[in-house]
């Protein structure tokens, strides 16, 4: 069965620093997409990064990047100079090809400290 | 640009009484739409999805019903809540089985 698991449920960073979420997945799938979205307090799912897992090059978006290493099954989200804003929920998510769902993992609990 | 809406925002219902939650999209046709459910504290569960008009597929059998009656529109519903119904919902679309956007949700409490 296709999975995704996100083994950190909390991670705490000091703020201005540098964290990494940990994702691993399970496909015997070659081309698939690969998701980290962030649900603040508030609730709402919000897309941070996508990764196409034919493109070599690693997503960027501001002080958000992932490290994906697709014989490992790894999808890391890295984020940088860290905000009080970044606290959330982080969940990874696959969408194999050829379906309509997307796998999400448990969630990792980031914590954003001043 | 697309939008997704979601209402109402917050619903408190009693045991036994119906529920009607609606999701629709803007700027986009023809969107895959799903339904899904998130316990406090916990990940997602798909509940339903759509590709087109009256076309639902059903992950999870229990006593909510999804229904499409418009392109854009995507409608949660059940005849008689449970007390485990109560939960957060969302309401998501994508492309082209590409990206998938998130509504702002609906917070049901059902007591």
């Known amino acids: 069965a296709q999975t995704v698991t996100q083994s950190q449920p909390e991670m705490s960073v000091q703020e201005a620093e540098t964290v990494t979420l940990s994702c691993t997945y399970d496909?015997?799938?070659?081309?698939?997409?690969l998701f980290w979205y962030k649900q603040p307090p508030s609730r709402q799912m919000i897309l941070v990064i996508r990764q196409e897992a034919y493109k070599q090059q690693n997503a960027t978006e501001n002080r958000f990047s992932v490290n994906f290493q697709k014989a490992a099954k790894s999808f890391s989200l890295k984020i940088s100079d860290s905000q009080l804003g970044d606290a959330a929920m982080y969940f990874c998510?696959?969408?194999?090809?050829?379906?309509?769902?997307?796998?999400f993992g448990t969630g990792t609990r980031l914590k954003v400290l001043a | 640009s697309q939008t997704i809406h979601q209402w109402p925002a917050t619903l408190v219902q009693p045991v036994g009484s119906p529920l009607s939650l609606e999701c629709t999209v803007e700027?986009?046709?023809?969107?895959?739409l799903y339904w899904y459910r998130q316990a406090a504290g916990r990940g997602l569960q798909l509940l339903f999805y759509?590709?087109?008009?009256?076309?639902i597929s059903s992950e999870v059998p229990q006593n909510l019903s999804a229904s499409r009656p418009q392109d854009r529109q995507f409608i949660l519903s059940s005849k008689k809540l449970l007390l485990s119904d109560s939960g957060f919902y969302l309401c998501?679309?994508?492309?082209?089985?590409?990206?998938?956007?998130f509504g702002p949700g609906t917070r049901l409490l059902v007591l």
């Open positions: 998510a696959y969408k194999p090809p050829g379906t309509y769902k997307y796998i």
């Open positions: 496909t015997s799938e070659s081309d698939y997409y």
């Open positions: 759509s590709v087109g008009i009256g076309q």
């Open positions: 998501a679309w994508s492309y082209s089985q590409e990206t998938q956007y």
């Open positions: 700027g986009t046709s023809n969107p895959n």
